[in-house]
């Protein structure tokens, strides 16, 4: 059994030397879109055709969950058989994301996602997560405190969008059959 064991030792040992070290680069692109339940997405380069493969665990090593559409993505690259993948996150710029523009809602507009009455002053949010793909997402007052849902309707009618995991935000919570739902989102001034 040893024996075996050293022997499988010794091919990975020489099939890692045989390998040649991957050539790393920097490179800047633009989130074309991200998908947190997929748990990929991809940017466009500002200067090469192609896109960048960019996967959830980077982000997460970086200490983000989510990247909205146009944010600007300086990453470490890699070339690979499939194509550039992002292995480490280096910078990410929000000012350029892509801007949503909150609707106005027509008269006799029915939205899918009924507002709920706002009760009591303005608290200080955090975004827990946000998936614009699913339309919703959670807020948090901290350790030991129940989950705020916020829905992309809430957030296009006050228009607060983008938002993204780890944005401070103040709202004004309402109650709903499921539980806290933000009901009104403090504008910056």
């Not at 058989?81 to 992002?86: I, N, Y």
């Not at 002053?121 to 827990?128: G, H, N, S, Y």
């Not at 957030?155 to 806290?180: C, F, H, N, T, Y």
């Amino acid at each position: 059994m040893t024996a075996k064991i050293e022997q499988l030792r010794s091919k990975q040992e020489d099939t890692k030397s045989n390998e040649s070290p991957e050539t790393t680069f920097e490179m800047t692109g633009r989130v074309k879109w991200f998908n947190t339940v997929k748990g990929f997405g991809f940017l466009t380069p500002n200067d090469e055709p192609g896109d960048i493969f960019l996967h959830l665990s980077c982000l997460r090593e970086a200490g983000h969950e989510y990247v909205a559409e146009g944010v600007s993505v300086t990453c470490v690259v890699v070339r690979r058989s499939k194509g550039l993948q992002a292995i480490k996150v280096l910078d990410i710029d929000t000012s350029t994301a892509v801007p949503f523009e909150p609707r106005v809602p027509e008269k006799n507009n029915v939205t899918n996602h009924p507002a709920v009455q706002p009760q009591g002053d303005f608290v200080e949010v955090e975004v827990k997560w946000f998936d614009p793909v699913k339309g919703y997402g959670f807020l948090t007052r901290g350790d030991g405190t129940q989950d705020i849902f916020v829905h992309m309707e809430t957030l296009r009618r006050e228009g607060a969008l983008p938002v993204q995991a780890g944005q401070r935000m103040k709202v004004r919570i309402g109650d709903s059959p499921k539980g806290p739902q933000v009901a009104e989102i403090e504008r910056p001034e």
